[in-house]
């Protein structure tokens, strides 16, 4: 799955010749699933259509402050700037950069540009001679220093006829630019992270378990949460109706806790940080019936022994990888998630309370409080369990800083 996928990105398109680039620029981020709403100068009208561009784009396209029947409908620039993961400016015309560098605002797009509070790319394309004038140039240095980021212009023939520098990158190019520039910057590129989740089942005859409520949700939140950030994930799954596609993901299913704990000591060596956030039996019965068990008795019972504790053999071997447990507690919850860190050797602690509304098992929405090995205490609030994973993963980010 490429980064730009459900980046909701704005192209600013300026009129030079390269605005016929534009159309497959459209196509390859569209491709690559990320939300594309296109806004053009009044001069790059005369390059390449918004028919064209909307039909690839799959959203009207802007380039006057008004629609145009009628001046009917006011085009927001600033709900538009607010809207965007990132802007690119492409083709970036040396109209449009001076234009950017000294905030020129006779157009949509520039008003766009500088209302706008995400990162911004641009592309420039002209000839060699006005990349090389003094003017180009302090208009990419004054852009420079207002942190947008400038994707250099290629070499080849231009529209002139001469050759030389300042043909717009190629549109593969750009997407691989800004694919691998996001990729820089995620938090956690570089890190492998190793995530339990679900419940686990425990067999009792062939027809039943011991199971719990666990959804998995919290577990695979972090995951792909994670993802989001650049981790390589394993996620070791008990059983649930949850899955995920991501090609940083590697999804494990297991149904035991006996299952779970071969997993994850399989992985765990390879991995920087690990989250405990299944619900893993305690128990499980002792012996497992061969055939169905009838119910010939009154009363009935399982004998149930102990299941191994993955978190605490984990913390046995943890050197310095950076180890997250959950504990859900109903009483003296601080306290005993407390001896809950010292006990498996844990880094930090993300403790439910079934005390808090919101909190638990089936929800949407969590409500932790952060404990660490130096018992430093922090309740958060309620928050979706989407929320809760970044809060999480913003712990390890800042272990790492
Ligand atoms: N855990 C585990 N393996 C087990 C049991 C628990 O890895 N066999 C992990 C859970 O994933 C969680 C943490 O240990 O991150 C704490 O789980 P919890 O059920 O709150 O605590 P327990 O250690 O099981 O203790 P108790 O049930 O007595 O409170």
């Keep these: 799955m490429s980064v730009l996928s459900g980046k909701k990105i704005i192209?600013?398109?300026?009129?030079?010749?390269?605005?016929?680039?534009?159309a497959t620029l459209v196509r390859l981020l569209i491709k690559s699933g990320a939300h594309v709403q296109v806004i053009m100068t009044p001069a790059s009208l005369s390059f390449v259509t918004p028919l064209t561009l909307s039909t690839l784009s799959k959203n009207p396209v802007h380039s006057s402050f008004y629609s145009d029947d009628e001046m009917s409908q006011w085009n927001n620039h600033v709900d538009m700037a607010l809207w965007a993961d990132l802007m690119i400016i492409a083709p970036a015309t040396a109209n449009?950069?001076?234009?950017?560098?000294?905030?020129?605002?006779?157009?949509?797009?520039i008003a766009t540009y500088l209302s706008a509070k995400c990162p911004v790319y641009f592309a420039p394309a002209m000839d060699l001679d006005m990349y090389k004038h003094p003017s180009t140039l302090s208009s990419f240095s004054q852009l420079k220093h207002f942190g947008n980021i400038m994707i250099p212009a290629e070499k080849g023939e231009l529209a002139s006829g001469l050759v030389g520098e300042g043909r717009m990158a190629e549109?593969?190019?750009?997407?691989?630019?800004?694919?691998?520039?996001?990729?820089?910057?995620?938090?956690?590129?570089?890190?492998?992270?190793?995530?339990?989740?679900?419940?686990?089942?425990?067999?009792?005859?062939?027809?039943?378990?011991?199971g719990n409520h666990s959804s998995g949700k919290m577990g695979y939140d972090l995951a792909i949460a994670a993802s989001k950030m650049g981790a390589e994930v394993v996620l070791i799954s008990g059983p649930t109706h949850l899955t995920v596609n991501d090609s940083s993901i590697e999804l494990i299913?297991?149904?035991?806790?006996?299952?779970?704990?071969?997993?994850?000591?399989?992985?765990?060596?390879?991995?920087?940080?690990?989250?405990?956030?299944?619900?893993?039996a305690d128990y499980r019965p002792r012996v497992v019936a061969d055939q169905k068990i009838k119910k010939n008795d009154e009363f009935f019972s399982i004998e149930l022994e102990k299941t191994k504790d993955i978190l605490f053999s984990l913390g046995q071997i943890k050197e310095n990888k950076y180890l997250i447990g959950f504990a859900?507690?109903?009483?003296?919850?601080?306290?005993?998630?407390?001896?809950?860190?010292?006990?498996?050797?844990?880094?930090?602690?993300?403790?439910?309370?079934?005390q808090d509304e919101g909190a638990g098992f089936g929800k949407p929405t969590n409500k932790v409080?952060?404990?660490d090995n130096n018992f430093v205490v922090s309740p958060m609030d309620l928050k979706s369990k989407e929320e809760v994973a970044i809060d999480i993963l913003n712990k390890v980010i800042a272990h790492y800083a």
């Excluded at 192209?11 to 534009?22: D, E, F, P, R, T």
């Excluded at 950069?97 to 797009?109: E, P, V």
């Excluded at 990729?183 to 378990?209: C, H, N, Q, W």
């Design 11 to 22: 192209l600013g398109v300026s009129g030079g010749i390269a605005a016929y680039k534009s």
């Design 96 to 109: 449009t950069l001076s234009k950017m560098a000294n905030g020129n605002c006779d157009n949509l797009l």
């Design 253 to 280: 299913r297991v149904v035991t806790a006996h299952e779970m704990y071969v997993q994850c000591h399989k992985h765990f060596i390879d991995v920087d940080v690990m989250i405990a956030a299944a619900a893993v």
């Design 328 to 354: 859900l507690e109903t009483e003296n919850e601080v306290e005993n998630a407390k001896l809950k860190i010292q006990k498996k050797n844990l880094d930090l602690i993300v403790l439910n309370s079934l």
């Design 369 to 371: 409080t952060f404990i």
């Design 171 to 210: 549109p593969e190019h750009i997407v691989a630019f800004l694919e691998a520039d996001l990729k820089s910057k995620m938090p956690l590129r570089g890190k492998k992270i190793l995530i339990t989740a679900g419940p686990t089942y425990e067999t009792i005859d062939p027809v039943r378990f011991i």
